[in-house]
């Protein structure tokens, strides 16, 4: 009888071994089939796929619910109730058959999305050889556009810049740039996402316009350089607020153009300009355009303040696409800065989805007398259009002299060599002889009619040469440098082109040889460069810049050097070389103050850029012949926070289970 028991025992002991199998695989395939599954419907792969070895704890977890708890002895009245644990007493084995228990299957799937989580799985939509990629990030001032879901445009694209870089394989290399109103190389190349994805947090906005030519001409020698057997990519991170890149540059075959944004929701102060009145006691007025990029008619309030006083305000209503220009009469302002800026009719609303260009900057410039010189043999051509300014002073001069030229604010060479050294002051050149070396002449023509021009151009604003007639001519090469103004069939015969940073004018026609003079075109184009020249502060600083251009200082001495303070309060000092000093840090908007020993002056720095105002993204990059689409290309996303996330909500049930008993 004893020997039937002990055979009994055993075979029970067997039979639960057997059924404690049984009900361990099948508590670990519950637990991981809903993961499995996953991993085979989204194509997941594991970055770190030595990580899953964390699953083999389970082995552990399971071992102990097997082991018998001790239990303390307790007199009880009977052990009826009790038969299941009498049964567990009496067995001399130290392990428990294994049963089935809700703790024990979410401390399994706990640790089985725990396990997931530590192999890195990403969601590989496509997958990508081993590249060498290098990436270009806008971060220009449209970047600043506030998208739907809260982020600005150069937050996506900093997110999928992470994204990239986290999806990439063993042996992938990447080089990043970030472009602005320059283009910088941010990281060389590397194949370590740390140093990448430090570097992509850093990456801040640099108002100013998008120069993706400089980026794509950086893009070109850097890939370039690399081994012919590389497989190479470039991806750009853009909204695409650039003209089309004329030139066929060497890129690789595989080129991303990933379109950052959707909203077109925006208005815009284009221009602002300071006039001031040829009266004894000035009297300034501002001529102010406003542009409605979006899809939908705005009403708007366009104010004008110096400092914190109003000036004016204005109601302006503009359709879809529609400009209009405003002028404010200011009257007799003392000098100084003056802010105009949009805003909605309720003060608590939101205006548009990019701020930076609601607010636009001008400096009223001090009253007082400025010397034109005129080197020509034919003065009055110019006296009727220059001389009736009363802020100016015409003189006319024989022949050029760096002394007797110093003081003056634009000097006039009508038919006169070009000196060897140019003066530090804007010029206008009317069919100089000697034109080489800056530009250079072409062919002779004539006659002909301009039927093209710069609209653009600041100096002709306003200015319609479409009636001037030219005798004689000669075609202005324009090179790397120069800017065509007026065209006659293709050849430019008026061109601007800069020497150490200022601007000068040339005309490829003798002012006798066409009907220019006759027309009312004339007198305006002369007031532009004049107003342009006269629009340069005491120390020779133009009162208005572009975000990013370098400000030229011209002062009377070498040795001297100024202070500027930029919007922020910030100081910085700069060194005069040769008589001419310059200020690179026009990086953001707004009113900087030139210090000097003699006193303080203004300018005003604004945006003024209808690409980077007009914010609806792109659909295609145009490089040279070569036509890019906008696409939203799927990369390798990891999704191990996620399942860290439902792993510690699928604790937080266990414990409640624990807890309550469930």
Not at 213 to 218: N, V
Not at 591 to 618: H, M, T, W
Request: proline share 5%.
């Amino acid at each position: 009888m004893t020997e039937d028991a002990g055979q009994e025992k055993t075979a029970q002991r067997r039979s639960a071994k057997v059924s404690s199998l049984k009900t361990a695989l099948g508590l670990l395939l519950l637990t991981t089939l809903p993961l499995l599954i996953g991993h085979l419907l989204l194509d997941v792969s594991f970055l770190n796929p030595w990580g899953l070895l964390t699953f083999l704890l389970a082995f552990i977890v399971i071992l102990f619910y097997l082991l018998k708890r001790q239990r303390k002895p307790r007199p009880v009245s009977t052990l009826f109730f009790w038969t299941e644990v009498q049964k567990d007493l009496d067995a001399s084995a130290p392990f428990q058959k294994l049963r089935r228990q809700l703790l024990l299957a979410l401390q399994l799937f706990i640790l089985a999305l725990l396990t997931y989580a530590l192999g890195k799985p990403v969601l590989a939509f496509q997958r990508r050889d081993a590249t060498s990629t290098l990436l270009i990030i806008d971060v220009s001032s449209s970047m600043q556009t506030m998208e739907s879901d809260r982020r600005t445009r150069l937050e996506v694209a900093r997110s999928l810049a992470v994204d990239r870089i986290n999806a990439m394989n063993s042996g992938d290399r990447m080089m990043i740039v970030t472009v602005g109103s320059a283009a910088r190389a941010l990281q060389p190349w590397t194949e370590y996402k740390e140093v990448l994805l430090r570097s992509v947090r850093k990456i801040t906005i640099e108002e100013g316009k998008t120069r993706l030519d400089e980026a794509l001409l950086l893009a070109a020698a850097t890939l370039r350089s690399r081994a012919a057997t590389e497989n190479l990519e470039l991806v750009v991170l853009s909204d695409g607020a650039t003209e089309d890149l004329q030139g066929n540059l060497d890129l690789p075959e595989k080129v991303v153009f990933q379109k950052i944004g959707e909203s077109n929701d925006n208005l815009a102060i284009t221009q602002l300009n300071v006039q001031t009145s040829d009266e004894e006691a000035p009297k300034h007025s501002l001529f102010t355009t406003v542009e409605n990029f979006s899809s939908r008619e705005r009403t708007v309030t366009l104010s004008a303040r110096r400092f914190e006083k109003l000036l004016g305000a204005r109601k302006v209503t503009l359709g879809p696409g529609e400009s209009r220009s405003t002028l404010f009469r200011l009257g007799s302002v003392e000098s100084g800065p003056i802010r105009v800026e949009l805003s909605a009719l309720n003060e608590k609303a939101k205006l548009d989805d990019l701020a930076l260009d609601n607010r636009a900057f001008a400096v009223i410039p001090p009253a007082a007398k400025s010397e034109v010189l005129v080197l020509s043999k034919d003065p009055e051509l110019f006296e009727r259009a220059i001389a009736a300014d009363e802020r100016i002073v015409m003189k006319v001069i024989p022949s050029y002299d760096a002394e007797k030229a110093a003081g003056a604010r634009l000097i006039i060479f009508d038919q006169v060599p070009i000196p060897e050294v140019l003066p530090p002051v804007p010029c206008l050149f009317i069919m100089p002889p000697n034109l080489e070396g800056r530009l250079s002449w072409g062919d002779s023509f004539g006659p002909g009619i301009v039927n093209s021009w710069n609209r653009d151009y600041e100096r002709m604003i306003y200015v319609d040469p479409s009636t001037l007639a030219i005798r004689r001519a000669r075609q202005i090469v324009l090179g790397e440098t120069g800017l065509s103004l007026m065209e006659v069939d293709g050849k430019a015969v008026s061109a601007a082109f800069y020497d150490r940073d200022i601007e000068h004018i040339v005309l490829g026609f003798a002012l006798r040889e066409s009907n220019w003079p006759l027309h009312l075109s004339f007198p305006i184009f002369l007031r532009n460069v004049v107003t342009s020249a006269l629009n340069q502060g005491r120390d020779g600083h133009p009162y208005q810049v572009e975000v990013g251009e370098p400000l030229p200082i011209r002062l009377p001495r070498s040795d001297l050097g100024v202070e500027v303070t930029n919007p922020k309060g910030d100081i910085v000092k700069v060194v005069a070389r040769d008589g001419l000093a310059f200020f690179p840090g026009t990086k953001e908007s707004g009113v900087y103050k030139v210090s000097q020993a003699d006193g303080d002056s203004f300018f005003a720095v604004n945006l003024f850029d209808r690409r980077e105002s007009n914010i609806a993204p792109k659909l295609r990059l145009k490089v040279g012949r070569r036509l890019h689409e906008a696409r939203e290309e799927s990369v390798q996303k990891q999704i191990f926070r996620p399942i860290l996330a439902l792993a510690l909500l699928v604790l937080l049930v266990e414990f409640a289970v624990w807890k309550y008993r469930l």
